[in-house]
T-cell receptor
Framework: AQSVTQLGSHVSVSEGALVLLRCNYSSSVPPYLFWYVQYPNQGLQLLLKYTTGATLVKGINGFEAEFKKSETSFHLTKPSAHMSDAAEYFC????????????FGAGTRLFVKA | EAGVAQSPRYKIIEKRQSVAFWCNPISGHATLYWYQQILGQGPKLLIQFQNNGVVDDSQLPKDRFSAERLKGVDSTLKIQPAKLEDSAVYLCASFSLREDTQYFGPGTRLTVL
């Protein structure tokens, strides 16, 4: 069965530092890939997605992610962290022929230190 | 366009009581989902509807949970009777075929005492 692994349940960075949140999926056929952000007491907001085409995708709030088929990865990055980036981040996939069913990783909580 | 609407936003009940949540998806989205998100975990799919039909309810605890989408638009999720372990955020989402993307509502935070 398809699964999504997010390495690190908590990541802490200093304001202005690089943000790197890791995501790996298990599938021989590339799925659709997503990153969502969840702020406290709110629903999930789409940051960015990869379906086809360019493997480097840019999202909102300065985030981007690169799909690497050989590594089955879709890591999320941001060059310079801002205090407002502190939130929970979820990597998710829709498997091929998955009936539009999204499978989520366990999430990574990002802390940003002043 | 308006987003996915959910109500109530918060609910506190005692165990063995019943509770219902409501969701109105984005207009035109045929696929609707209910997820359970326990604190510190990712969302877990409870049930998926395509119009008014159930596509997947394999992870729905059917002895206490029920859901319906009678007219293929809004949906309700019910828990009866509630248990302590049902404390979670219940998220509703709908799927855009045009964008191949799920959109989520703000969720209902349920606390069972």
């Amino acid at each position: 069965a398809q699964s999504v692994t997010q390495l690190g349940s908590h990541v802490s960075v200093s304001e202005g530092a690089l943000v790197l949140l890791r995501c790996n999926y298990s599938s021989s056929v590339p799925p659709y890939l997503f990153w969502y952000v969840q702020y406290p007491n709110q629903g999930l907001q789409l940051l960015l997605k990869y379906t086809t085409g360019a493997t480097l995708v840019k999202g909102i709030n300065g985030f981007e992610a690169e799909f690497k088929k050989s590594e089955t990865s879709f890591h999320l990055t941001k060059p310079s962290a801002h205090m407002s980036d502190a939130a929970e981040y979820f990597c998710a996939v829709i498997p091929p022929n998955g009936g539009f069913k999204t499978i989520f990783g366990a999430g990574t909580r990002l802390f940003v230190k002043a | 366009e308006a987003g996915v609407a959910q109500s109530p936003r918060y609910k506190i009940i005692e165990k063995r009581q019943s509770v219902a949540f409501w969701c109105n998806p984005i207009s035109g989205h045929a696929t609707l989902y209910w997820y359970q998100q326990i604190l510190g975990q990712g969302p877990k799919l409870l049930i998926q509807f395509q119009n008014n039909g159930v596509v997947d309810d394999s992870q729905l605890p059917k002895d206490r949970f029920s859901a319906e989408r009678l007219k293929g638009v809004d949906s309700t999720l019910k828990i009866q009777p509630a248990k302590l372990e049902d404390s979670a955020v219940y998220l509703c989402a709908s799927f855009s075929l045009r964008e191949d993307t799920q959109y989520f509502g703000p969720g209902t935070r349920l606390t069972v005492l």
